[in-house]
Antibody, heavy 126, light 106 residues
Framework: EVQLVESGGVVVQPGGSLRLSCAASGFTFDDYAMHWVRQAPGKGLEWVSLISWDGGSTYYADSVKGRFTISRDNSKNSLYLQMNSLRAEDTALYYC???????????????????WGQGTMVTVSS | SYELTQPLSVSVALGQTARITCGGNNIGSKNVHWYQQKPGQAPVLVIYRDSNRPSGIPERFSGSNSGNTATLTISRAQAGDEADYYCQVWDSSTWVFGGGTKLTVL
């Protein structure tokens, strides 16, 4: 079964740091680009970041650029999101998601997100 | 930055056809993807590349895209189709989601 399981979400103070993880199983992880998408409570979906299948390319939403870093360890079938300088507006449920097609180097408008995890909640509050 | 505009809500009678629109500047030149999200659940891809259905998605779900509007059409609407629906495109090296449409089946 293809599965993504996020972890690492906690309550953190403004200005703090946090690393989210996403464990993948049931598919050849290192063939696929991966994404982080977030959803603030009661709000819509917001794309956060993308990493290419080989980790060579990364993209970020303007709202997190310079504060968040996406990475992957293909030997561990894992995706990460390092979150620094956290703000109240970063409070959200964070999902990881898989590209529908293999070998996307980043600029892949044809590629939707076909598998999503259940999310991990990050709350930024003092 | 590119914006996608969706109606906040759409209502449809049970068994009838629902149409959810997604507006954007010359969106017809882009590839549009659609997701369904039920309360407390992760999003599910229902249409990709304007009009393609992933395996397991009923034929009742279809999509089209032309000019400044993409449309998700749900035929013979069922109670289980009640959900939020989001459109998505790639623009200027970022993924953009529409604000979402809440579908109510009456």
């Amino acid at each position: 079964e293809v599965q993504l399981v996020e972890s690492g979400g906690v309550v953190v103070q403004p200005g703090g740091s946090l690393r989210l993880s996403c464990a993948a199983s049931g598919f050849t992880f290192d063939d696929y680009a991966m994404h982080w998408v977030r959803q603030a409570p009661g709000k819509g979906l917001e794309w956060v970041s993308l990493i290419s299948w080989d980790g060579g390319s990364t993209y970020y939403a303007d709202s997190v650029k310079g504060r968040f870093t996406i990475s992957r360890d293909n030997s561990k079938n894992s995706l990460y999101l390092q979150m620094n300088s956290l703000r109240a507006e970063d409070t959200a449920l964070y999902y990881c998601a898989k590209d529908i097609e293999a070998y996307c180097g980043g600029d892949c408008p044809l590629d939707a997100f076909d598998i999503w995890g259940q999310g991990t909640m990050v709350t930024v509050s003092s | 930055s590119y914006e996608l505009t969706q109606p906040l809500s759409v209502s449809v009678a049970l068994g009838q056809t629902a149409r959810i629109t997604c507006g954007g500047n010359n969106i017809g030149s882009k590839n549009v993807h659609w997701y369904q999200q039920k309360p407390g659940q992760a999003p599910v891809l229902v249409i990709y590349r304007d009009s393609n259905r992933p395996s397991g998605i009923p034929e009742r779900f279809s999509g089209s895209n032309s000019g400044n509007t993409a449309t998700l059409t749900i035929s013979r609407a069922q109670a289980g189709d009640e959900a939020d629906y989001y459109c998505q495109v790639w623009d200027s090296s970022t993924w953009v989601f529409g604000g979402g449409t809440k579908l109510t089946v009456l």
